[in-house]
């Protein structure tokens, strides 16, 4: 299984992102997604997940309203809109997966993939 994160970059303050994850080696549609972000010297921090058909989507309080998860099967790809963006969200975006929503939400996941770098300018 490989998931390959990319769409990071240089923004400002208010920009806009938007982060794709492909995945490879596994029934992408059975498996559920989400991303996490690590900022420099700190810990892992959950952002987003969604289950398999999109049915049920979750977020980290320092995100909800501002990024939106969502998912594209036929594609076996991944995505984080990212709205409004400040320079705390400045982090390393990686993407997750497992067939389990819960496992996905509380960092258990079978399969992460490297990560792509986010840096906001104020």
């Known amino acids: 299984v490989q998931l390959q994160a990319s769409g990071g970059g240089l923004v400002q303050a208010w920009d806009c992102l938007r982060l794709s994850c492909v995945a490879h080696g596994l029934t992408f549609g059975t498996y559920a997604m989400g991303w996490f972000r690590q900022a420099p010297g700190k810990g892992r921090e959950f952002v987003a997940a969604?289950?398999?058909?999109?049915?049920?989507?979750r977020y980290g309080d320092s995100v909800k309203g501002r990024f939106t998860i969502s998912r594209d099967n036929a594609k076996n790809t991944l995505y984080l809109q990212m709205n409004t963006l400040k320079p705390e969200d400045t982090a390393s975006y990686s993407c997750?997966?497992?067939?389990?929503?819960?496992?996905?939400?509380?960092?258990?996941?079978?399969?992460w993939g490297q990560g792509t770098e986010v840096t906001v300018s104020s």
């Open positions: 997750t997966a497992d067939t389990s929503y819960l496992d996905v939400m509380s960092e258990r996941s079978d399969y």
């Open positions: 969604i289950t398999g058909h999109s049915l049920f989507t």
